[in-house]
């Protein structure tokens, strides 16, 4: 039976819809807004905790069609979506990074696996989706995010801080930007160390509701560095499907428990090739290892990205896939992925917990 129309019951009409992330319904959830009767017409805001939601059209038609069923005689439901990226900060991060919600690594256990790829186009996939972002590369000996986002020239410095270069909507910080790109980068640990806590303290970020860190390959001094300087969001793991890469990637994963950071997730980068003229798919590198290897490990799946040639032209002309062919199904994965790892972080957020302090001398042994 239908009831009448009032905000109450309007209320309890869209109790029914549930987050299928969060599992709780949107109004215990608060997302539900300026919540208006005019005649016979209802509106609501729904905001949502990101703006990449991977469920947001789903959430408006089934808030829509709960206020159609249950409310008598009702005439149109308007349903307006919004966000608010929750925080993730704590006293270290206020002070080191004023402005900016939540600090996202993406990392991998060996080099060649693609992170910086997969780094670079979660960012400007999250930005297209209406978020803010910054991009730090913190791989000081091999700085690829310059040429991958088309960015040249040097940053301004304002109020002693540098600042950002921008694009696609991203903001972005690199050694690469300071540095003659024919010189090589040899630095010993400590030098490599200040130079990342440099580039969390000297640079204003402005508001950010994610700063993504392209780590360097491994498990060294700049991971610890930055779990020590920072207590993180999360971290996304990348790997490729064969043995060798997913043993370094289990291990990349052990190393972030050890030190109290949760893996968002896992991504599987050159999961297969689709032959441009036959369309015959070959699993070069074996598939499906990186979604075993997160079953394995208890951690989210975010998804798998295909190898993909127009992937690697638009790194190398500073257009990432996502820009260079928004509508191709490999852009499209990139995009799920993204909100994907937006939604762990909301899940985390929401869930209430709190980062742990990290406690570890750079040059300890940190078994992994």
Known sequence: MKKSLTQENVLDALRVVEDPDLHRDIVSLGFVKNLKIDGRDVSFTLELTTPACPVRDQLKANAAKAVADSIEGVGKVDVEMTSQVRNHVTQQQAELLPGVKNTIAVASGKGGVGKSTIAVNLAVALAQDGAKVGLLDADMYGPSIPLMMGITGRPEIHNHKLIPLVAHGVSVMSIGFLVDPMQAVIWRGPMVSGAVKQFMSDVDWGELDYLIFDLPPGTGDIHLTLVQTIPLTGAVVVTTPQDISLADARRAHVMFEKVNVPVLGIVENMSYHVCSKCGHREEIFSYGGGQKAAAELGTPFLGEVPIYTPIRIGGDKGKPIVVFEPESEQAKNIREIARNM???????????????????????????
């Open 342 to 368: 937006a939604a762990q972080v909301s899940i985390r957020l929401m869930s209430g917990a709190t980062p742990a302090k990290v406690d570890i001398k750079i040059g300890s042994r940190l078994e992994v």
